[in-house]
């Protein structure tokens, strides 16, 4: 992930290549930081990545990498306790109050896999020593356990396994340390897959401690086991008791006309999502389009009409199991989704008409509104429209409303018919730095799920079509995900 290139995928007629399925599933390694006490947590327990950054005062840095998964069961090497949490919830630990139900792993949706070693991989132990020398540090290597245990450090969990030498589509991992390891002074490690965060690491004089060993910088399983709602994902019929595998990669949306409907948790008609990587020469462009056929979905009160999600850049929100697969939704890029009501965030879109459906731009996860695609004329009930949506490696925008009957583009606030915008100013990453230029307490804009950096690889789309409490008559019809050149002409 060299320069935080975006890499988008390559959408529309053609599938790439899909990668083989392991005897493995993969789980998302969060990364957050305590500046204060030069602390970095390292979790595929998604939990303690919330508990941490909600409660305890680190910074969410996003996904570092995606280990194969370990159960939860699991003690330390020498039968050291890891936390458990009660019989009831045997994932929960002490004091974790996120949210009151959980399943595997800290996420909403159930884990349905086994999480058995992997041929050639070892568990990688969560080590802790507290104020005042708060340091994490994971390691495969018994022997540092016990070293590590011998000046105080106490072992917390196993957060996955990792390969000992390299195997198809997996990267290094290195280790530096900041401070001394001598007992008693500070000490901080970090933990990168890039290069180039560990070439400005080194540059801002940490230590380097070698390849800890090898994980992956995106999801590289073609399909994923998905439960947790009634509906369809990608095609299949998916229950909340019987797991279904989904394809999850290089899956092209369908131009069938899909009802729009339900909630999250019992009824989600026509959900798409993808993650791929691959885009093809002289692409500039990322475009997604749709005809929507509004029907019964703006009622009479204002507060409860606008249609507030389209479309969304996606850091994490999608890898949080909101969408119900039963591991993070291996995902990255843009988004639409159609959400009731005109507030997000407690930001309002204020001085335009909101007698209908209003389109705004997310960042993140709730991180910045934008309410610049807002329309002069909202969209109406009853009507079909054509939208039409790019996104360029600089986050550059251009959005277009077409009335589909009457071929009459449709005016935004601004008075222009084609919305033109840019959002890298709500990025606090740099969107493209050069090699080894991020200074160290920017090496986690590297990472391959950069929690407030520009989508940079592994990226994909998704359309979800509605989470909402009632049925509705709205119908979506011709999604097509693809790429233009400069010219905005399809490749």
């Known amino acids: 992930m060299n320069g935080l290139r975006l890499r988008l995928p390559l959408l529309g007629f053609a599938f790439a290549a899909s990668l083989p399925a392991h005897a493995y599933d993969l789980i998302a390694l969060w990364e957050a930081r305590h500046a204060g006490v030069t602390d970095t947590l390292y979790t595929t327990y998604y939990n303690d990545d919330r508990l941490a950054t909600q409660s305890n005062g680190y910074a969410d840095h996003g996904v570092a990498a995606w280990l194969p998964c370990s159960s939860n069961a699991l003690n330390g090497p020498f039968g050291e306790i890891s936390y458990k949490g ?34 050639g991989a070892l568990p ?137 409907g339900g909630d999250t948790t019992s009824s989600i008609y026509g959900m798409y999502a993808s993650n791929v990587t691959v885009r093809p020469a002289g692409a500039v462009w990322q475009n997604l389009s749709f005809d929507i056929y509004t029907g019964n979905w703006f009622p009479a009160s204002p507060a409860a009409s606008p249609l507030n999600h389209m479309p969304m850049y996606l850091h994490y929100a999608s890898q949080a199991a909101t969408n119900q697969l039963s591991v993070v939704p291996p995902y990255d890029g843009v988004a639409l989704t159609f959400i009731p009501g005109n507030t997000l965030t407690g930001t309002a879109c204020s001085n335009v008409a909101d007698s209908g459906g209003q ?40 959005v277009n409303v077409t009335n ?36 160290a307490n920017q090496s986690f804009c590297a990472n391959p799920y950069s929690v407030f950096g520009f989508p940079s690889s592994n990226t994909g789309y998704a359309f979800v079509p509605l989470m909402h409490s009632m049925d509705i008559s709205a119908k979506l019809q011709n999604v097509k995900a693809r790429w233009l050149n400069a010219s905005l002409v399809p490749l």
């Open 404 to 439: 589909r009957t009457t071929g009459v583009a449709l005016q935004f606030a601004n008075g222009s018919t084609t919305y033109t915008g840019s959002l890298s100013a709500a990025y606090t990453c740099p969107i493209q730095p050069a090699f080894g230029s991020l200074s």
């Open 86 to 119: 009660s019989p009831s919830s045997p994932d929960v630990p002490p004091g974790d109050t996120v949210t009151p139900s959980r399943y595997g792993h800290g996420y909403t949706a159930r884990m349905n896999y086994a999480c058995a070693q992997p041929a």
């Open 124 to 260: 990688l132990y969560r080590m802790y020593k507290a104020s005042p020398e708060t340091d994490h540090v994971y390691t495969t290597s018994t022997s540092e356990v016990a070293a590590l245990e011998a000046r105080g450090y106490g072992f917390e969990r196993v957060e996955g396994y990792i390969f000992t030498s390299q195997v198809s589509g997996s990267t290094a991992i290195y280790r530096l340390r900041s401070g001394s390891n001598v007992a008693g002074q500070n000490a901080e490690h970090r933990y990168t897959l890039s290069t180039s965060a560990r070439q400005s690491l080194l540059a801002a004089n940490w230590t380097d401690e070698g390849i800890v060993g090898y994980a992956f910088a995106s999801y590289v399983n073609p399909s994923v086991a998905a439960v947790g709602f009634t509906g369809t994902y990608n095609g299949a019929n998916i229950s909340p008791s019987t797991p279904v595998t989904v394809p999850i990669r290089n899956v092209v949306p369908t131009t069938a006309q899909l009802t729009l």
């Open 359 to 398: 389109l705004v731009f997310e960042v993140g996860e709730a991180y910045v509104i934008s309410c610049g695609p807002n329309l002069a004329t909202p969209l109406q009930n009853n009507t079909w429209y054509t939208v039409s949506y790019s996104l360029d490696d600089y986050a550059h925008v251009r």
